[in-house]
């Protein structure tokens, strides 16, 4: 399932050239079904565009049944252009402009993740100028944290939410605020959690902390947001979820909170977990050389397409999963590669010491699970090669959902400055 037919690849790097990102939509839908026909209906599943905000992701994803989380004023716009209702839209995020608050309290989004006490103030204030009330959910940064997390987010100093102290401190200011409605608390600890019973123990926490709070402040909780960060494996001796098991899990304690509080709907955010397995991004290999004892292999693609790949960022680089495809004769013969991109830094690789069969110029090589974080989070301006094409699989058609970008949209914006000289 989570692979393509090399005759596709072979057909795609032809027709629209390389890099070129693909995303296969039967891994899309079956992640997303495999929790949303295994949860309670009264579990509701937002989309968290971070992960891949290409309009044709969007839309898939809203005729697949989910709603929607963004980030920006971009994403969005970019949501509802996608088909999404502005109450199945939620912002999160900690640096929210007025901007951005204003246009989605304008829009009646369904809900403001708020991540400071000063942010729902603000709230409040712009809600009262329109004569509204704006529904909130409180980040809370809780006293625990997910220990095996790969990407750890909360429990610990952080500009994410608000920690447990200071909200109970300053709760009185703000619980009478006349433009906000308080619905509940989101807690959202970490990313790339990998293990089942670390999952678990972070949503039985939340759900307790949602009990205790809504107790504490009198408050007729209607939603608990637990967040998200299910994983994927990208690299050796990582296990996929079992997520079947997970979701049987999940449903049992969401059935036993819902007995206490049946009246409330639970979110979860998902982002990685359901666009990452779908995508691949295609290369060509350009150049072959050997230097100082070592096999490189030189590429169209780097860091300004994938940078996720590279590892910058990350304390250490470990290599993506990679498929090599040859155009002409297959070599059993195994070399150990450097898989370099064509930027002029020493930090464009995307592969390192990794055993592949002997590889000429004009093969293609795969990199797996990119359909998150993957063109979204590169340094897309760096050299200036351009934004690469996206290509949408679906029931065996080959769709275009982005084009190349050209050097006249690169130039687009810019302005020249002779007129002043």
Request: charged share 20%; hydrophobic share 40%.
């Amino acid at each position: 399932m989570n692979t393509i037919s090399h005759q596709t690849i072979l057909e795609i790097s032809q027709n629209f050239g390389t890099p070129t990102y693909i995303y296969n939509s039967e891994i899309i839908k079956k992640r997303f079904d495999a929790l949303r026909n295994n949860l309670p209906d009264f579990v509701e599943i937002f989309y968290s565009m971070k992960a891949n905000p290409t309009l044709g992701i969007c839309e898939y994803l809203k005729l697949l049944g989910s709603n929607c989380e963004v980030c920006s004023k971009i994403e969005f716009l970019t949501a509802i252009k996608a088909g999404f209702l502005p109450d199945q839209i939620i912002f999160v995020g900690p640096g929210k402009t007025i901007d951005e608050i204003t246009l989605c309290i304008a829009h009646k989004i369904k809900f403001f993740i708020c991540e400071s006490i000063d942010e729902i103030k603000l709230i409040n204030k712009i809600s009262k100028k329109y004569k509204l009330k704006t529904n909130i959910l409180i980040r809370i940064n809780p006293n625990f944290k997910i220990e095996t997390a790969l990407i750890k987010m909360s429990g610990t100093p952080s500009q994410f939410g608000i920690d447990e102290k200071t909200l109970n401190n300053h709760f009185n200011k703000f619980r009478n605020l006349n433009n906000i409605n308080i619905a509940g608390i989101q807690v959202y600890n970490a990313s790339r959690v990998l293990d089942i019973d670390s999952i678990v123990s972070n949503v039985k926490q939340i759900l307790d902390l949602s009990n205790q709070l809504k107790k504490l402040w009198k408050i007729e909780f209607t939603v608990v947001d637990i967040g998200g960060g299910l994983g994927v494996p990208y690299f050796e001796h990582e296990q996929e979820i079992n997520i079947e098991y997970l979701a049987e899990l999940l449903r049992n304690i969401f059935l036993d909170f819902s007995k206490e509080n049946n009246k409330m709907k639970i979110m979860m955010e998902l982002g990685r977990y359901l666009v990452a397995e779908s995508g691949f991004l295609i290369s060509k290999i350009n150049y072959i050389k050997n230097t100082h004892d070592k096999h490189y292999a030189v590429v169209d693609s780097g860091l300004h397409c994938h940078m996720a790949a590279t590892g910058l960022g990350s304390f250490v680089q470990r290599n993506f999963p990679i498929e090599i495809i040859q155009k002409n004769t297959f070599s059993h013969q195994k070399l150990k590669y450097q898989i370099s991109g064509p930027l002029c830094t020493p930090n464009d690789i995307l592969f390192k010491n990794i055993m592949l069969p002997e590889m000429k110029i004009g093969d293609l090589v795969v990199i797996k699970n990119s359909g998150a974080y993957g063109l979204t989070a590169s340094l897309t301006r760096f050299l200036s090669h351009g934004i690469p094409a996206e290509i949408f699989l679906y029931k065996k058609n080959i769709y275009l959902i982005r084009e190349r970008e050209s050097v006249d949209e690169i130039l687009l914006t810019q302005k020249s400055i002779t007129q002043y000289m």
